[in-house]
């Protein structure tokens, strides 16, 4: 088995661009195929629930082209797929049987609907139902109740209202209403129980009407939905940031000081999952509502405990799991009532939570439909920015995940208790987020930025610290020369800043083995030529090249942490490095490397003329308007004058030791 293991935590900080909604990429993707005329959909989710949906409709002969990864043009086919007779697999997606099952039992075809094993232990019965009532002809294959299922083609009669059980899973619901309009008839849903998870109704409703489908609500009890309402092509749409899996970030957030933002939902999501927002707001987040962002914080710098909570989560049944694993920072007992709809999840969720919870040492109680959490005392920290006690409680706990994403997104919070936590199959997470932990890493993965001026050494040094530590490494400027080296390859002016810049996004680099790659061509030699050096120094003073490798340069920010060498790592790039190293030498010292370092390769030096240029460079480099040169007032100096490559090495590896102990 696959398994990752994530370093202690101690900050986090940054912006996170969301991927798209599963609720809303599933719902729209479906109603487009339902609707007259052609609908484009923008930022859609790339995931396995996703893909499920996708494969699915193409299945079925629905005409749709990929625009590119997130955008989707669907030519709508009215409910009347092209495919009347199909076996159809429905993988572990819940967005994706419910709505499809409704759909098909009122297309007039012969399907069969059966997912992965877990999918057949979900409960589907009261749909099914619901369908039969209108004369739907739904049969179970398997165990009744339950996927898998065949569905034969019938004449729909909505002659009563029909009866309709909430208290299971909302998704019933949604998939009626969805598909109800097929039938051209009025229709009238009654729901005979409570009715759980209420805000993915309203994504429902909100989504059937921008198709022209309207339906009155009475309450949640009842649903009116008029005779003669077909879909009809809103033309382009777009889907937002998922909510859910925002909590994650925003929860890392607060436990790991902030702010994180989250880009892609803000204050008129129609999700309801952004009100896990307020939920941690009662914890102790300090929250900032943006149009389309959301941001937390620790409220308070001083070392806190987060407060115990007591909560109803009925309403964020997905965003309540994040909120479960927070309860390990809390100073009391927590409680997380009315989420008995855990158990017919991914897994049983209260079962694997209060499971996994208990490894790191809470005392976990649970019910039918709540879970209550005291953390252990040793992981009942202070907010860890301001410094976690170390050696007093469980680390290296390896947490399953039981193929469910949530499990392996929220226990990765656990780490922020400054203990490794290993997550057993970390790959579950492709069902909605496969790109989550490369996120999480951008935000929280520790990094050692090592600037200074040229040939004070950092290059050498900064490799050696990240192998000695197991570290990744991104040598910066070796970006900046690959962009000159692009920019001269391919005849564009070194001062032509849009192209240049345009370049230094696209630029088609690998780093392998110490090795530099361009597309296939190995250009670690013609990187470091006086022509490459020269050009990278012209290029680096671009603000459009520097904006463009920004986000290049974060996304080395991976696990188990990074050392990025270059001259404003500190101070631009990662601006809340945990370490941060200003490494210089006198240019005398540094013009006499640069010396040896030639004559060495038997080329032609000359001391002073070295001398000179480095002076030059130096006073260049402070004196740039983008990101000049400078000692960071947080950056330790390491002056390498009188020091060898080891003494360099261990002078840095002492100022790693004392800020972060863990990694060493
Ligand atoms: O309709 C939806 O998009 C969803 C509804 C919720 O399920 P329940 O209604 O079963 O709680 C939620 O847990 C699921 O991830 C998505
Ligand atoms: C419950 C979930 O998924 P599904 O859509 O399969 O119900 C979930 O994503 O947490």
């Known amino acids: 088995m696959d398994t990752l293991v994530l370093p202690p935590l101690h900050t986090a900080s940054g912006c996170v661009r969301l991927p798209g909604s599963k609720s809303i990429s599933n719902r729209m993707l479906l109603l487009a195929a339902l609707a007259e005329g052609t609908t484009e959909i923008h930022d859609v989710l790339v995931a396995d629930d996703t893909q499920v949906m996708l494969s699915a409709l193409q299945k079925l002969g629905v005409g749709m082209t990929a625009i590119d990864d997130h955008t989707w043009r669907i030519k709508g086919c009215g409910g009347d797929f092209p495919v009347a007779e199909a076996d159809l697999f429905m993988g572990n997606a819940g967005t994706v049987i419910r709505p499809l099952t409704a759909a098909l039992a009122l297309s007039g075809g012969h399907y069969r609907l059966s997912g992965v094993p877990r999918m057949h232990e979900r409960p589907i019965g009261d749909l099914v139902d619901g369908l039969r009532q209108i004369g739907a002809d739904v049969r179970y294959t398997g165990e009744a109740g339950f996927p898998p299922l065949e569905i034969f083609p019938v004449t729909i009669q909505l002659a009563q209202p029909i009866r309709l059980r909430g208290d299971v899973s909302s998704q019933f619901l949604s998939a009626l209403l969805m598909a109800l309009p097929l039938s051209g008839q009025a229709a009238v849903i009654e729901i005979t129980t409570e009715l759980i998870s209420q805000p993915y109704v309203e994504i429902t409703l909100n989504l059937m009407a921008r198709f022209g489908v309207k339906v009155q609500r009475e309450g949640w009890q009842r649903f009116i939905l008029l005779a003669g309402q077909r879909y009809r092509s809103p033309g382009v749409l777009h889907v937002e940031g998922d909510a859910s899996s925002a909590s994650y970030f925003l929860a890392a957030g607060l436990l790991g000081g902030g702010p994180v933002r989250v880009e892609g939902v803000g204050k008129n999501s129609i999700q309801g999952d952004v009100q896990f927002a307020y939920a941690l707001e009662s914890l102790g987040a300090h929250i900032v509502w943006g149009e389309n962002f959301i941001e937390a914080k620790a409220e308070s710098s001083a070392a806190e405990k987060i407060k115990a909570f007591d909560l109803d989560l009925n309403h964020i ?348």
């Open 317 to 664: 049944p997905d965003a309540a799991m994040t909120l479960a694993v927070c309860a390990l920072f809390a100073d009391g007992r927590c409680v997380l009532r009315n989420i008995g709809s855990w158990r017919v999840k991914e897994t049983d969720r209260i079962t694997a939570m209060a499971t996994e919870l208990r490894k790191l040492g809470a005392v976990v109680e649970t019910g039918g439909d709540w879970l209550a959490i005291s953390p252990a005392p040793a992981l009942c920290l202070p907010c860890t920015p301001f410094g976690a006690p170390s050696g007093t409680f469980r680390r290296n706990v390896a947490i399953d995940t039981y193929d469910d994403h949530r499990m392996a997104m929220c226990f990765s919070l656990a780490a922020f208790a400054g203990v490794s936590i290993i997550i057993n199959d970390p790959g579950c997470v492709r069902k909605t987020f496969p790109g989550y932990f490369a996120a999480l890493a951008e935000i929280s993965a520790p990094v050692i930025a090592l600037d200074g001026p040229s040939a004070s050494g950092k290059g050498t040094v900064a490799s050696m610290v990240a192998a000695q530590l197991g570290y990744h490494y991104l040598d910066s400027g070796a970006l900046y020369r690959l962009t000159a080296l692009a920019a001269l390859r391919a005849g564009v002016a070194l001062d032509d800043a849009p192209r240049v810049a345009a370049l230094a996004a696209a630029l088609p680099a690998r780093f392998e083995n110490g090795r530099v790659f361009l597309n296939e061509d190995d250009v670690t030699d013609a990187i470091r030529t006086e022509e490459a050096s020269a050009g990278a120094s012209r290029v680096a003073v671009l603000a459009d090249v520097r904006a463009a490798l920004l986000a290049r340069q974060r996304a080395w920010r991976r696990f188990p942490g990074l050392v990025a060498d270059g001259r404003d790592m500190g101070s631009v790039v990662f601006p809340s490095a945990t370490v941060k190293v200003f490494l210089t030498a006198s240019a005398e010292a540094r013009a006499e490397r640069r010396y040896k370092q030639l004559i060495e390769k038997g080329s032609a030096a000359n001391m002073p003329a070295l001398l000179h240029d480095l002076q030059a460079r130096d006073e260049r480099d402070a004196q740039r308007s983008e990101a000049p040169l400078r000692q960071c007032e947080d950056a330790l100096q390491v002056d390498t004058t009188l020091m060898d490559i080891a003494e360099a090495v261990n002078a840095v590896m002492a100022i790693v030791e004392e800020k972060l102990p863990d990694a060493v």
